[in-house]
């Protein structure tokens, strides 16, 4: 290493350098050359990773995993969680890294790709020789868990439908009682008596309410109907409860590949709901953006809104106003609610899926879900644990058979399953958003149909 | 005068003391009104700065399940310690979930470590491998410098997207993940920002500096060490403070690499508060409160360091 | 090593072509060992991958499959594609002139007004704040019905902001949030390239009866242009690849109103699976950006330095 070493050298040197950085670099290719889904292990024992994105339900399932380990000492149960965002683009990392965790919360609008990509295992082959009864679960929530290949990836951990929650002072100022609130009507025409009532719920800030002569609705200080957002392709708290009740659907069955997006029945539907816009009872899509649906109901910006199960326990702890629930209306062809359920799927890179599956088996079992009932977050999906959940739910003081009841009835309907999820959500949600905020007529869904459709050519 | 001599404290005291007299000196009505009105800026700009700061504030020590009863309220809604408490571990679940927290527990001593280790090690790194090669890019001379400049400063311009994917891979081929190398190692040889700052400052040191050095008969190391680096200590600093708090804010990158209880650091285990139930609100409270506990460490930092940003820049004023 | 060189600044590049030293070449190499080492493994190596996977169709789990330049062809009648560059230019625009103007002017307050440590920390208060939570934050102060600001709005008798819920507002509201985090941060930079500006032009200026004003034109800015290039060409390209505010607060929304370009990138990776039209749209900005870049140091000649 002479320091004073001739010129003709330097490139010499340098190309050493590089030589170590071209080393460097190939450790990197190293590491992308294999591609493909590695198929993992069937280990019985030893630790299982198990991710879950809402923090909430966290100490149930962490009980869960305690009692778990009780009984099956060889298997240790890690939780983690992370908040809904994270959650799938770290999840997505993980298959693509193979480091994914061994079990994980499944949701219904991603398996489907999941399981077309043969990143998450079948499950026939284990249920069958378990003897798992699927009949234990709410009618509707097994069902979900069937791939598109007809296959199943998930069990079912829980179950959701969608009621109304409203400003109870609001309802009795306005005369309006609870047995009324949850026997409104609906029809695409005229509204029915849903809308009577939430003209009347609608105040301006004059105090002077929004079927009443004198109303102002470019001054509002409470909106009958809340307004989230314009619900993307499925809107499933938004307008799923109406738009459904006139005997559309946006796919024919699980996993369908022809979309209604250009039926009369659902534009004329999204038109009357729009023309809320117009009339002051429904906030226009611009004011949305910000605070969140629950917040602006705490406030009093909105009397009722329209919002799933999983937000019961959240809503029940607003202070400073007094809330109650009530089923969503009936409509031209009866009352319609979106039940959706979420699973536990196992990833097929897991080097545990003994010990994986045992995990699986018991948290879609009556020990496990009647723990998660008792936590009072959600409704578990064996049927017999929804007493002791609508128990606990109930100590909210809210009347919570409005979101269970639908159930016993047969007024539900399931989650659209489809393939493409995220590009089809994505291609709604902005034709919705034009249609919302009154740049695009509801008729122009029809060409937007097209386009949904294409994405499966 | 001997370039050697370390130039902060000799420097310091006559370029401040000429500075202060200096700002006083105009006296008339043009140059007051002018005061005035830089002022009035100055004023209205720190205003327009802390005002949200406020609201953080105001919000952590709201009750979170009352915000929005009264959500022009210039006072916190429902005063309490509790998002505080919450933040710190000190509540229990039922306490936290009463509310509006989410009950889960966050090992926050553990995580200020973590980030302390790690935004330390990554500020450590950075500035002293860029400054290494910012002075090679600026004042040493060699071929094809200009070009490999040109290309180090297209690393500003990769969309993170590429670099994410195949740097996550790579450290799980080295078998890095849930490491503190993992979160560090992406930027503790170089980041095109450290590199292109500095280099920036070292074209501004006059030449003849080093020249004097040259003639005491110094090396490229000795005249980096000794003359370069100690007259650049102001943007040396500065940008040490800077990468310390981008560093200290990095949230997905350990969240993917190191998410592992042991390693994690404050931004991932604060993320908790950030995003609960999907289509809930966030625990606001809980997350300000965070966010202000979270920000403390680096707002120490910055004023125990920024006096001595002034203080080390004296060198200007004698050359 | 004299005292007081406050010969005009104009001098001529410094004897640059002095004769060279021998060893410098391989000082130098040494000197950028360990930074090339980093630039090599995680930003050169993973820019050749993104390169490759521009020409093929790639899903993540199932090996690349060529398709030559389709993707580039693509992209040409993507009208989202297009709407995101034309939204990420207005977002760059608005950015970039309203932070730079307005770092400057703190920068050159903090020097001539006050050098209080306190206003300096204060500024630069908001950088210490991620932003992600200086975006949920600012949603949330900017909300229509409950926010803080429209509160103040409507109490002052006018109609309330949609300020992310508006297409014509969102953009800009965007890039105001932005500017808030960033200023400080931006005129602290700034402010350590006054530092180096020699106090005595300024008393020479002085003596010679120029105003503040003239000073800033004549002095200030001429010799901050080495700082500034570096300013403006790290905060454009910054600027560029907003993400962060965007995914947080309005998911690109309403319609594709902020649908930035890297909003769209990160969609089209992450959420549908297409890596490969991902990468080619990358390329694509990465090129613009190289462009604008080296425009922009042509522009300002940072290579060299008034004071060399």
Redesign the interface.
């Known amino acids: 290493m002479s ?1 004073s070493a001739p010129s003709h050298r ?1 490139p010499s040197r340098l190309r050493r350098g590089l030589a170590a950085a071209s080393a460097a670099l190939a ?2 290719v ?3 050359a294999s591609y493909g889904v590695d198929q993992g292990g069937d280990g019985e024992s030893g630790t299982i990773t198990y991710w879950m ?4 339900q ?2 149930a399932y962490q009980q869960c995993a305690t009692d778990f380990h009780a009984a099956n000492p060889d298997v240790d149960v890690q939780i ?7 959650y799938w ?2 999840l997505f ?1 993980g298959f ?4 994914a965790p061994d079990v994980f919360v499944d949701h219904t609008s991603r398996f489907g790709e999941f399981a077309a990509r043969g990143l998450i295992e079948p499950l026939d082959d284990q249920v069958a020789a378990s003897g798992l009864e699927l009949g234990q679960y709410v009618p509707g929530s097994a069902e979900l868990w069937v791939g598109p290949d007809g296959r199943r990836y998930g069990l079912p951990k829980d179950f959701d439908t969608v009621g109304m929650f409203y400003n109870a002072e609001m309802a009795t100022e306005a005369g309006l009682t609870p047995e009324q609130m949850n026997a409104l009507t609906w029809n695409p025409t005229d509204g029915g008596t849903f809308e009577k009532a939430i003209a009347h719920l609608t105040v301006d800030t004059n105090g002077v309410r929004g079927d009443e002569p004198g109303f102002d609705k470019s001054s509002i200080a409470t909106y009958g109907l809340g307004l ?1 957002n314009s619900g993307e392709a499925f809107g499933q ?1 938004q307008w799923s409860w109406f738009t459904q009740t006139t005997g559309w659907s946006p796919v024919d069955e699980a996993w369908g590949t022809t979309f209604h997006y250009d039926d009369p029945r659902f534009q004329q539907s999204i038109t009357w709901w729009t023309g809320l816009v117009d009339k002051g009872y429904m906030p226009p899509l611009s004011l949305t953006q910000g ?6 109901l ?2 009093g910006k909105y009397a009722l809104i329209t ?2 199960s ?2 019961i326990a ?1 809503y029940s ?5 007094e809330l109650a629930v009530a089923k969503t209306p009936v409509g031209p062809e009866g009352r319609r609610t979106m039940t959706n359920s979420l699973g536990d799927s196992i990833s097929t890179t897991s080097q545990n899926k003994g010990a994986a599956w045992k995990w699986v088996r018991y948290l879609a079992s009556p020990a496990c879900q009647d723990v998660v009932a008792r936590g009072g977050i959600v409704f578990p999906a064996i049927a017999s644990t929804t007493p002791a959940a609508v128990e606990t739910l109930s100590k909210t003081g809210l009347d919570v058979t409005a979101f269970t009841d639908p159930i016993a009835d047969g007024e539900t309907f399931p989650y659209p399953e489809i393939l493409q999820a995220s590009e089809i959500q994505s291609i709604m949600g902005t034709a919705m958003d034009q249609v919302v905020g009154g740049q695009a007529p509801a008729s122009s869904l029809t060409a937007v149909n097209g386009r949904v459709e294409a994405v499966f050519q | ?1 001997s ?1 050697q001599t370390p130039v902060e404290p000799a420097a310091a005291g006559p ?1 401040r003391a ?2 202060a007299p ?2 006083k ?2 006296k008339d009505r ?2 007051g009104i ?2 005035v009105v ?2 009035a ?2 004023v209205l ?2 205003l ?3 005002f ?2 406020y ?2 504030l105001r919000t952590a020590l709201s ?1 979170g ?5 009264d ?2 309220s210039p006072l916190p809604v ?1 005063f309490t310690f509790g998002a505080f408490e919450r933040v710190l571990g000190l509540s229990t ?1 039922a306490e936290a ?2 509310q ?1 927290g ?3 527990a966050i090992d926050f001593w553990l995580y200020l470590l973590n980030s302390l280790l790690v935004a330390t090690l990554i500020t450590a790194g950075q500035v002293f ?2 400054a ?2 910012a ?3 600026a004042r ?4 094809g ?2 070009l ?1 400049f ?14 994410q ?6 450290m ?3 078998g890095l ?1 849930n490491t503190y190398a993992a979160i560090v ?2 930027f ?3 980041t ?2 450290a ?3 500095l280099r ?2 070292f ?7 080093e ?2 050095a ?1 003639l005491d008969g110094a ?3 000795r005249r ?1 060490f000794r003359v370069i680096a100690p007259m650049a200590s ?2 040396l600093i ?1 940008l040490a403070i ?1 990468q310390y ?1 981008q560093a200290w ?1 990095e ?2 990158w350990p ?2 690499v190191a ?1 592992d209880r042991s390693v994690r650091v404050l ?1 991932v285990g604060l ?2 508060f ?9 625990d ?1 409270a809980g ?2 409160a965070a ?1 202000l506990l979270a ?1 403390l460490p ?2 120490v930092l ?2 125990v360091f ?2 001595r ?2 203080d080390s ?1 004296g060198f ?4 | ?1 004299t ?1 007081g ?1 406050t010969s005009p600044p104009r001098t001529a590049p ?3 072509r ?1 004769p ?2 021998s ?3 391989l ?3 040494g ?2 060992a ?6 090599a ?7 050749l ?2 390169l490759w996977f521009s020409l093929t169709e790639y899903d993540f789990f199932s090996r690349p499959r060529f398709v030559g330049l389709d993707n580039y062809a693509r992209m040409a009648s993507d009208e989202t594609f297009w709407n995101a560059m034309k939204v990420t230019v207005q977002y760059v625009a608005i950015n970039i002139v309203v932070q730079t103007v ?1 770092a400057v ?2 920068a050159v ?1 903090l020097q ?4 209080s ?1 306190f ?16 975006a ?3 949603y ?2 900017l909300d229509a019905q ?3 600001v429209n ?2 709005i409507t109490g002052l008798g006018l109609d309330a902001i949609p300020f992310f819920g508006e297409q014509d507002w969102v953009v800009p509201t965007i890039a105001l949030v932005n500017v ?1 985090r960033h200023m ?2 931006t005129a ?2 700034v402010f ?2 006054l ?6 032009l ?2 020479a200026g ?1 003596v010679d009866g120029a ?2 004003w003239r000073m800033f034109w004549s002095i200030t800015l001429p010799l901050l242009r ?2 500034l ?2 300013v403006l ?2 905060t454009v ?2 600027s ?2 907003v ?1 962060d505010t965007v995914a947080v607060t309005t998911s690109g929304g309403p319609g594709d109103a902020s649908r930035v370009i ?1 909003y769209y ?2 969609d089209l ?1 992450f959420q549908r699976l297409e890596f490969g039209y ?2 080619a749209v ?1 390329v694509v ?2 090129a613009i ?2 462009v604008v ?2 425009v922009q ?1 042509r522009l300002t000649r ?4 008034d ?2």
């Open positions: 320091t330097r450790l990197t190293t590491g992308c994105w809402d923090s909430a966290l100490p983690e969680q992370f908040g809904w965002d994270d683009n770290k990392t693509v890294a193979g480091s989230e708290t605070g969140s649906l629950d917040q602006q705490q406030a919002n799933g999983w937000n959240n702890k607003l202070k400073g106003i | 005068m370039v370029t000429t500075a200096v700002q000196a105009p043009r140059a002018g005061r830089a002022w800026t100055l700009i720190m327009v700065t802390l949200p700061f609201w953080m009750n399940t009352q915000l929005a009863t959500p022009s429902g679940t979930q009463a509006g989410s009950g889960a491998f860029g290494m090669a002075y090679a890019f040493l001379r060699w071929p410098r200009d490999v040109f290309v180090f400063l297209t690393a500003l311009m990769v969309p993170p997207i590429f670099t994917l195949p740097n996550f891979l790579l799980r081929d080295l993940l190692l992406p503790f040889f170089m095109p920002f590199v292109f700052f920036q400052f074209l501004g040191i006059p030449r003849e500096v020249e004097a040259v090396g490229t190391v980096f102001g943007p500065t800077l708090i804010n949230y997905f969240l993917l998410s931004t993320g908790v950030r995003s609960q139930t999907p289509q809930g609100t966030p606001w997350l300000m966010t920000a680096i707002v910055f004023a920024s006096r940003i002034v820049i200007s004023g004698i050359k | 090593m005292a060189t410094a004897p640059a002095a060279r030293r060893g410098e070449g000082a130098a190499v000197f950028i360990p930074a090339l080492l980093g630039f493994v995680f930003y050169f190596w993973p820019t991958r993104g307005l002017l703190i307050l001539r007004v006050t050098r440590v206003v300096r920390s204060v500024v630069v208060l908001p950088f210490l704040i991620s932003n992600v939570v200086v949920l934050l600012f949330w102060m409950i926010g803080i509160a103040a808030w400080g941060y602290l930079l350590a390239g530092m180096t500006i020699p106090e005595g300024y008393e002085r105003s503040e080495p700082v290039a570096l060409v790290i390209t910054g560029f690849q993400f890297q990138i990160f990776a991902a990468a990358s900005l990465f950006l190289a870049a080296f140091l940072a290579n060299e330095s004071l060399a």
